[in-house]
């Protein structure tokens, strides 16, 4: 963890001495609250300063982790999911909708039929652990194609099986950057095996270049969205909304 915090105050002291005359432009409490958040603020400086285009690291199969711990939630536990966990799934649907001009319904054999990334990546935990894995899956881009995102897009949201309390659904987003990113994947396997239920079953996202309360698990629903104001507590994801946790986790 302490190498993540090392990068990103690397980052913010750089972005920093480039923006020093940025006071003048900063007259209001309004506007300086916007540009100087922490989360706006280290959203900028990581894009402004570096390749949007950029690729995570990637690894050789010997540096592979011997055991790929579960983040977050190890098993939904919902009479709804269990169902579909015994049908080894066949009835388990990914909808996608929202600002798009073909809404999808998709099988996992379809998914899996689709052309698809192999990728050797590190998931970094906030909780300050790391995991090496190869993961396998379509990337985004492709059913966000398929579905012919709309141009009044921003913002996709994924919604999970997993429920964090009663009322609380787990959810995560993402913007059209991190969406539209070639490592960016809907992903069924890890390490050559179809993902067990611990590590998504059976379909995850993977957003390589944000921290792994991103990486959005047990996938049910994919929507298109123009703000996230109205959906759930407004913030964009589980954790932010119930934590200080921001939406833009970039490592």
Not at 70 to 75: K, L, Q, R, V, Y
Not at 76 to 102: I, M, N, S
Not at 110 to 125: F, N
Not at 219 to 227: D, G, Y
Request: proline share 4%; aromatic share 10%.
């Amino acid at each position: 963890m302490s190498l993540l915090l090392s990068r990103r105050a690397l980052i913010g002291s750089l972005a920093a001495s480039m923006l020093a005359g940025c006071d003048r432009l900063a007259d209001t409490a309004d506007v300086r609250e916007i540009l100087f958040s922490a989360e706006n603020f280290h959203k900028w400086s990581q894009r402004a300063l570096g390749d949007r285009n950029a690729l995570a690291p990637e690894f050789r199969a010997d540096q592979l982790s011997p055991i790929f711990r579960a983040n977050g939630t190890h098993d939904p536990a919902t009479d709804e999911y269990r169902a579909l966990w015994r049908g080894g799934f066949a009835d388990w649907r990914l909808q996608v909708d929202g600002l798009v001009g073909r809404p999808l319904s998709l099988t996992l054999n379809q998914l899996r039929s689709m052309p698809h990334r192999t990728q050797i990546t590190r998931h970094d935990c906030v909780e300050g652990w790391s995991a090496i894995g190869q993961w396998r899956g379509v990337p985004l881009a492709t059913i966000l194609h398929a579905a012919r995102l709309s141009d009044r897009a921003r913002y996709i949201v994924f919604h999970c099986a997993d429920r964090m309390t009663a009322t609380r659904p787990y959810y995560e987003s993402i913007d059209l950057i991190d969406a539209f990113h070639p490592q960016t994947i809907l992903a069924f396997a890890l390490n050559d095996r179809l993902l067990s239920v611990p590590n998504g079953a059976p379909l995850r996202l993977r957003v390589e270049r944000q921290l792994g309360y991103k990486q959005a698990k047990y996938l049910m629903r994919i929507q298109a969205v123009e703000s996230l104001g109205n959906i759930h507590g407004g913030k964009g994801g589980y954790w932010e909304d119930v934590a200080v946790y921001e939406h833009y986790a970039g490592i």
